[in-house]
Structures are given as structure tokens and as C-alpha cells.
């Protein structure tokens, strides 16, 4: 249908509302839908299509970062395998958990792999190639998928009773950062240097564990 020249951005939502509510909103809304999505109107018909291709999109206003070690998907500007560019029930709309968000990729048991069409699919239903899951490993934890990483029998969720009952509880995000990091592993950025991409490993279990630790 014709939605003449240049669409008043508040018409989209006559008929699109959902993109523009949720729990958190992506504040890049609130500056219209046509800032992202280009519209052609003829006399009949109307073409949407994103500005520029979905992979670049994001980096348009949000600064690449110039750390060493990118995580895959970030690198790709693929930043929609994890967050939706509207809203979502989750802080920074990611698309499930932070935690099922890394296991989505990261546990076998998870990640549905079409070997013969070349695709994977995570449990939020984003479907990607195999091709843009380059170098990626699956972490090998127990059968209620809580520990086995990064040694085994160590916990990957739940209280964090190495620091006390008031302490946040653990999550991939205790150890590792989601985009980039000066180390290798995505281990936080805030640990000490050292030269090159490696870190003191043991720096990160101080951070919870007394020395000597056990
Ligand atoms: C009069 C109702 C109406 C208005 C106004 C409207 N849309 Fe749509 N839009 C639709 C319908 C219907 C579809 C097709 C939905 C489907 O296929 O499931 C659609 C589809 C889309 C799609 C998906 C296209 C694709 O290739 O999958 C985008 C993106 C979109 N609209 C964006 C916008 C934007 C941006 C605006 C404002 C400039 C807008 N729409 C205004 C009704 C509308
Ligand atoms: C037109 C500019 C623009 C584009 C394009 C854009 N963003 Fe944003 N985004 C913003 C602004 C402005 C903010 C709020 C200030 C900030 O955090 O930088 C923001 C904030 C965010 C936040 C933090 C939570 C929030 O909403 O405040 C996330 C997550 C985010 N953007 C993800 C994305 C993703 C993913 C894409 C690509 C689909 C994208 N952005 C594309 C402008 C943009
Ligand atoms: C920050 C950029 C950005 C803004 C702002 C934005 N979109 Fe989108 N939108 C996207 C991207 C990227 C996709 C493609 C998502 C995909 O391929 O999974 C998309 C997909 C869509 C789709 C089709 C797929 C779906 O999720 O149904 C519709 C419809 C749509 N947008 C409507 C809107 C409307 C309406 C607004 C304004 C309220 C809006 N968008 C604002 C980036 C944006
Ligand atoms: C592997 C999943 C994943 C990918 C891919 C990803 N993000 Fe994120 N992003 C997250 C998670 C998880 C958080 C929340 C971190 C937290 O709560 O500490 C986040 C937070 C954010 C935030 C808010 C906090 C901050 O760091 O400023 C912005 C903005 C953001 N992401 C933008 C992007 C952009 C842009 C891309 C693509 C270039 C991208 N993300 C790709 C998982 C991802
Ligand atoms: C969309 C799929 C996807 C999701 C979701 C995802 N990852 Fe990854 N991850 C990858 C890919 C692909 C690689 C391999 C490329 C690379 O080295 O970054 C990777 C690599 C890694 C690495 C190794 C990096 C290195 O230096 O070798 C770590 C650590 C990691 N991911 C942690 C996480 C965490 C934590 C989360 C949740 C915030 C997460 N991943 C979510 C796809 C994903
Ligand atoms: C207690 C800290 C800690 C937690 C929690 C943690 N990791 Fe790790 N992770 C590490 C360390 C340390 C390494 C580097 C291991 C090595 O080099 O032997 C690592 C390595 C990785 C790698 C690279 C591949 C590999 O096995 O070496 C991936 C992928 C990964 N972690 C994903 C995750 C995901 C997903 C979660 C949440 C389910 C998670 N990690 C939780 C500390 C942690
Ligand atoms: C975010 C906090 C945190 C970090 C960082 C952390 N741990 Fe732990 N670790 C725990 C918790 C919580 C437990 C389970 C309760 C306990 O034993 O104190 C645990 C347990 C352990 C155990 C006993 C596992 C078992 O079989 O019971 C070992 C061994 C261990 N950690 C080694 C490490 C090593 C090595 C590192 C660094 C690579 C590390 N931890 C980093 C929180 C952490």
C-alpha cells in the first residue's frame, strides 16, 4: 500500500505498535523507525529495506571497538543473533538471558546444527550459517548444564558462595565480557597486563578464590 514521499515516522506504528513497546526499548526508536528502515512509495506499492545491510547497520552509531580479541559474532557486526533492534524482555534487548544467551551458541545440547544446509539455530529461534559460526567451541558441562567450566566440577551458575551469600550470583558474565576484551577468552579487560593477548589466568580466579585457593 502507498505510504507517500517521506512517511510521517509516527504512521509506521498505526500498524507496527509492537516494534516500539516492550519491557526495554531500544533508544534508537524513540528517533523513528525510518532512520533505520528506507521507504519507497509508489502509486500501489511501498518498499522497506533497511538503510544499510543489516551487518553494518548497528556500527552506523555505535562505535566498533579496537581491542584485540572481538567475539565472533560481534566482529561480523551479526549484533541481531543477540539483541533485537526494537525491544525486548530483556536490559539492552538482548533476545533470552544473558546466560541462555551464551549457551544458545556454546552448549552442544542447545544449538540445533543442520549439518547438510549448513545452518545452526539458537533456542530464540535466529537461524544463522554455519560460515558466520567460524572458529567457535562448544564448552563441555554436566548433564543440568550448571558446571564443568572452566574446570571441571566448577560451578557456571548459581550462588556464588566463594564470595558470600550478598555476592551475584555466577554467570558466563562473571568471567567473560559479551563483545570484546583485551584478552583472549573475552576474560574481563579489567585484569592485569600482560604482553600480548594473555592474561594471568589466575589474576581471574583471585577475583573469588583466597590464595592459595582451595
Ligand atoms: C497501513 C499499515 C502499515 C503501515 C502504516 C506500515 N506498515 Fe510496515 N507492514 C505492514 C504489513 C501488513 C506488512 C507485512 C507483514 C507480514 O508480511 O507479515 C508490513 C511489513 C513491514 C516490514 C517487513 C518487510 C519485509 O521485507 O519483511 C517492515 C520492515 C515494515 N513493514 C516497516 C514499516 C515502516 C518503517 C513503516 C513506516 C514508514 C511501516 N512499516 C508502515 C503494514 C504497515
Ligand atoms: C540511529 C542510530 C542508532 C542505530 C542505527 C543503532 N543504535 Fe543502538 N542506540 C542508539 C542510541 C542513541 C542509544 C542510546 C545511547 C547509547 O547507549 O549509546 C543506543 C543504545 C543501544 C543499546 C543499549 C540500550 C538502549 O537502548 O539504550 C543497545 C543494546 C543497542 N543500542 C543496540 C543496537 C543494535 C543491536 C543496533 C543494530 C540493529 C543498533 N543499536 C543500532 C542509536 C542507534
Ligand atoms: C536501530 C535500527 C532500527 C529501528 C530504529 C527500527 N528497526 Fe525495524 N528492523 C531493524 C532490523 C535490523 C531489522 C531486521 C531484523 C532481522 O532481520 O531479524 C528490522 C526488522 C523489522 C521488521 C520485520 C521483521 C519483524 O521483526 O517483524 C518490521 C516490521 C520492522 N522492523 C518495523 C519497525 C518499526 C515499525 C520501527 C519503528 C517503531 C522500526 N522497525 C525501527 C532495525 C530497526
Ligand atoms: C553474543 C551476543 C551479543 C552480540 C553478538 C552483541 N551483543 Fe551487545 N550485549 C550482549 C549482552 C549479553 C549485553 C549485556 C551486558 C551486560 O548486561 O553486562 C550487551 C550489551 C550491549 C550494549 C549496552 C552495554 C554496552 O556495552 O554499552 C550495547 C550498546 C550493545 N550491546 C550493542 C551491541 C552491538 C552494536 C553489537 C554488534 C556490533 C552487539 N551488541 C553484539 C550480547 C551481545
Ligand atoms: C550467535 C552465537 C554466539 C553466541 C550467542 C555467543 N557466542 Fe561466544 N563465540 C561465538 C563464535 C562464532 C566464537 C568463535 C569466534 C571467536 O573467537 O570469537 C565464539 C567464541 C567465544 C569465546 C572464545 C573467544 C576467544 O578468544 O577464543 C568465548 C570466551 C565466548 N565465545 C563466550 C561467550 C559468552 C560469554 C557468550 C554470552 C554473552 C557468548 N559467547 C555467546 C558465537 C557465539
Ligand atoms: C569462573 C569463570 C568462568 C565462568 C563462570 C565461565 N567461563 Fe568460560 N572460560 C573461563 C576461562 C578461564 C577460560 C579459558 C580456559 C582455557 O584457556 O583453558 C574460558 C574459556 C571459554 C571458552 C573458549 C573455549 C574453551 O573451552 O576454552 C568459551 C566458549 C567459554 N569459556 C564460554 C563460557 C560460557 C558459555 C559460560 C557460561 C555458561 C562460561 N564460559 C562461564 C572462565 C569462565
Ligand atoms: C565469579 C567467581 C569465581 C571465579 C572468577 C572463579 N571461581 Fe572457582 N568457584 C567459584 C564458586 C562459587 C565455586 C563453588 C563453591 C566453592 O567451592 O567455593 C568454585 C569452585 C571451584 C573449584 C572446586 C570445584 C569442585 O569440583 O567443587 C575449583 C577447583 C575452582 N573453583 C577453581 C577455579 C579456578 C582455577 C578459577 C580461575 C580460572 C576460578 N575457580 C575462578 C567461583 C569462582
Not at 11 to 39: L, M, N, P, R
Not at 65 to 86: E, K, M, R, W
Not at 115 to 123: C, G
Amino acid at each position: 500500500m502507498p505510504l507517500g514521499k517521506n512517511p510521517d515516522p509516527a504512521k509506521c506504528v498505526e500498524c507496527h505498535a509492537d516494534k516500539s513497546k516492550g519491557k526495554y526499548v531500544h533508544t534508537a526508536i524513540s528517533i523513528g523507525c525510518t532512520t533505520c528502515h528506507g521507504v519507497t512509495s509508489g502509486t500501489d506499492t511501498t518498499v522497506i529495506k533497511l538503510v544499510s545491510p543489516a551487518n553494518e547497520l548497528c556500527f552506523t552509531c555505535h562505535d566498533k571497538s579496537t581491542d584485540a580479541v572481538l567475539h565472533g559474532p560481534y566482529a561480523q557486526g551479526n549484533c541481531i543473533f543477540c539483541h533485537s533492534p526494537h525491544a525486548s524482555d530483556f536490559p539492552n534487548q538482548i533476545l533470552a538471558s544473558a546466560q541462555d544467551l551464551c549457551m544458545g551458541c556454546h552448549v552442544r545440547a542447545r544449538l540445533k546444527v543442520n549439518r547438510l544446509k549448513r545452518t545452526a539455530t539458537v533456542p530464540w529461534g535466529v537461524k544463522m550459517k554455519l560460515n558466520q559460526l567460524r572458529g567457535w567451541q562448544y564448552i563441555n558441562l554436566n548433564k543440568t548444564l550448571t558446571a564443568n567450566h572452566p574446570v571441571e566440577g566448577h560451578p557456571v551458575s548459581g550462588p556464588n558462595a566463594a564470595l558470600g551469600k550478598d555476592a551475584p550470583p555466577i554467570t558466563c558474565l562473571s568471567c567473560h565480557q559479551p563483545h570484546h576484551s583485551k584478552w583472549r577468552n573475552l576474560l574481563p579487560s579489567t585484569l592485569p597486563n600482560r604482553p600480548g593477548v594473555e592474561t594471568d589466568q589466575t589474576a581471574l580466579c583471585v577475583t573469588c578464590h583466597k590464595y592459595p585457593y582451595f
